[in-house]
Nanobody, 124 residues
Framework: HVQMVESGGDSVQPGGSLRLSCAFS????????VAWFRQRPGQEREGLAV????????TYIDSVKGRFTISRDNAQKMVYLQMSSLKPEDTAMYYC??????????????????WGQGTQVTVS
């Protein structure tokens, strides 16, 4: 019914760039929002960005604003996270997740219903 699969994680030097991909298979009558989260060792899962699959509106948290860009290609059933100016503190497991909400609120883990398996990003 719902599947989220992340890819593109890698090791990169500080200041470098990386593009993450999320292939999704969702019920578009139920799912309207796809978000990117990350989890650093010993820390809680943190929402980074969300995109409205219908209208394409984007929302970011301050720590990634201006460096990360979320985008979608509904025909390909893909959501991307383009990351630039990467910092060591960006090192984390990155996840995409889908929500049934009709309004794409700032991403919080408890509001997202379906999750991918994660892809590791290491900045060093």
């Amino acid at each position: 019914h719902v599947q989220m699969v992340e890819s593109g994680g890698d090791s990169v030097q500080p200041g470098g760039s990386l593009r993450l991909s999320c292939a999704f298979s969702v019920d578009r009558h139920k799912t309207n929002c796809v978000a990117w989260f990350r989890q650093r060792p010993g820390q809680e899962r943190e929402g980074l960005a969300v995109i409205d699959l219908g209208g394409g509106a984007e929302t970011y948290i301050d720590s990634v604003k201006g460096r990360f860009t979320i985008s979608r290609d509904n025909a390909q059933k893909m959501v991307y996270l383009q990351m630039s100016s990467l910092k060591p503190e960006d090192t984390a497991m990155y996840y995409c997740a889908a929500s049934f909400a009709t309004v794409c609120y700032e991403p919080k883990p408890e509001t997202y219903n379906y999750w991918g398996q994660g892809t590791q990003v290491t900045v060093s």
